[in-house]
T-cell receptor, first 116, second 116 residues
Framework: SQQGEEDPQALSIQEGENATMNCSYK?????LQWYRQNSGRGLVHLIL?????REKHSGRLRVTLDTSKKSSSLLITASRAADTASYFC????????????????FGKGTKLSVIP | DAGVIQSPRHEVTEMGQEVTLRCKPI?????LFWYRQTMMRGLELLIY????????DSGMPEDRFSAKMPNASFSTLKIQPSEPRDSAVYFC??????????????FGDGTRLSIL
């Protein structure tokens, strides 16, 4: 079942603008990760935020996490054409195999288009 | 360093045929994950291995699907017999230090499978 759901499904902006993508999830988590996928390629890990963190930065990326609302946001500042990709949030959940076993559950992603 | 290597990149075959997808994880990684990506269902975890042992195969759709990891540097996902609804992009990912979701997953570029 889907855990994380991204919003919006698609986003189109001009180069230089900021892009904000949101993720909502349903159950408690240990951490939340964001990934990027370029067309025809595999997913690339961007950033991980733990459940006891509220905000994290990496270069032009800023991630926030609100566990009371079960939501996260990914902000890309000063976007570039090369940022055009799909962005996914992924939440961890214990697998049925028991303690210490986790699997990531991915949302369906936000497709970002940055127009030069 | 080489990333996760998947082969073939593309596979087109007729229904009823056996399909074998291959994955070489990043050296030193001891967790390996097989995912399937479709437009309708997004990215789904099929199975994952920890130290070559299958930990959670609850995502494997049916008995036609099987996965093996005979050693730390190689895994296969087999579909026999294949059906048109198996058409999707199949990704392999690996991570370090077990199936703890705190570790980012590194994805291959996938195998695009088309069953006619």
């Amino acid at each position: 079942s889907q855990q994380g759901e991204e919003d919006p499904q698609a986003l189109s902006i001009q180069e230089g603008e900021n892009a904000t993508m949101n993720c909502s999830y349903k159950t408690s988590i240990n951490n939340l990760q964001w990934y990027r996928q370029n067309s025809g390629r595999g997913l690339v890990h961007l950033i991980l935020i733990r459940s006891n963190e509220r905000e994290k930065h990496s270069g032009r990326l800023r991630v926030t996490l609100d566990t009371s609302k079960k939501s996260s946001s990914l902000l890309i500042t000063a976007s570039r054409a090369a940022d055009t990709a799909s962005y996914f949030c992924a939440t961890d959940s214990p697998s049925y195999s028991g303690a210490g076993s986790y699997q990531l559950t991915f949302g369906k992603g936000t497709k970002l288009s940055v127009i030069p | 360093d080489a990333g996760v290597i998947q082969s073939p990149r593309h596979e087109v075959t007729e229904m009823g045929q056996e399909v074998t997808l291959r994955c070489k994880p990043i050296s030193g990684h001891n967790s390996l994950f097989w995912y399937r990506q479709t437009m309708m269902r997004g990215l789904e975890l099929l199975i994952y291995f920890n130290n070559n042992v299958p930990i959670d195969d609850s995502g494997m759709p049916e008995d036609r699907f099987s996965a093996k990891m005979p050693n730390a540097s190689f895994s296969t996902l087999k579909i026999q017999p294949s059906e048109p609804r198996d058409s999707a992009v199949y990704f392999c990912a690996s991570s370090l230090q077990g199936a703890n979701s705190n570790q980012p997953q590194h994805f291959g570029d996938g195998t695009r499978l088309s069953i006619l």
